[in-house]
């Protein structure tokens, strides 16, 4: 967890030096958490659909537990920020883990089978989606345990309420 407190430090220090609040960075971190129990144990790709500091602190927050050597960005400034590379909304909905922050509709087929998204900012499932996905809407019974995380190579999503 040292990028997790990493982060929330610089977070505070920030706020604290210039009085300016600063994006909120839970979204980011949910995301990395969900991914830890959802997503494939070692993702070679790893996207940001969407823009804004809260996007480029996903890569951060991930790299907790992940280390892919593919980042896709649907933002130039997202990608010149964290390392990426500017790609279609269609190459980076194809990563291992996709995090998108910004209101979407998601359909089954945009997805490929293993793929893991965190839904961070609004978005929407479509009706064929939420029937063949393995959803998770909360946080606690995964990290917990009680609800089983990824099963083989379907396709699971983390729908966090906004």
């Known amino acids: 967890m040292r990028v997790l407190d990493a982060l929330a ?3 505070a220090y920030a706020a604290s030096a210039t009085g300016a609040a600063l994006p909120d960075i839970a979204p980011a971190l949910a995301g990395a958490v969900a991914s830890h129990h959802l997503a494939v144990a070692a993702p070679r790709s790893f996207s940001i659909v969407g823009a804004g500091d809260d ?12 280390a892919p050597r593919d980042i896709r960005c649907t933002d130039a400034a997202v990608a010149a920020a964290i390392g990426g590379r500017v790609v279609s909304p269609a190459e980076a ?3 291992d883990i996709v995090c998108v922050h910004v209101p979407i509709v998601l359909f089954p087929e945009q997805l490929r089978r293993g793929t893991h998204v ?3 900012a609004g978005a929407t499932l479509s009706d064929e989606l939420e029937k063949s996905a393995r ?5 606690a019974s995964l990290a ?5 995380g990824r099963r083989l190579d379907e396709i ?4 966090r309420a906004t």
């Open 9 to 11: 430090a610089e977070r």
């Open 55 to 66: 996007a480029a602190a996903s890569l951060a927050a991930h790299r907790t537990w992940f």
């Open 93 to 95: 909905l194809a990563a």
């Open 118 to 120: 965190n839904a961070l």
């Open 135 to 139: 959803i998770a809407y909360e946080l």
């Open 144 to 148: 917990a345990g009680l609800v089983d």
């Open 156 to 159: 699971t999503i983390y729908l």
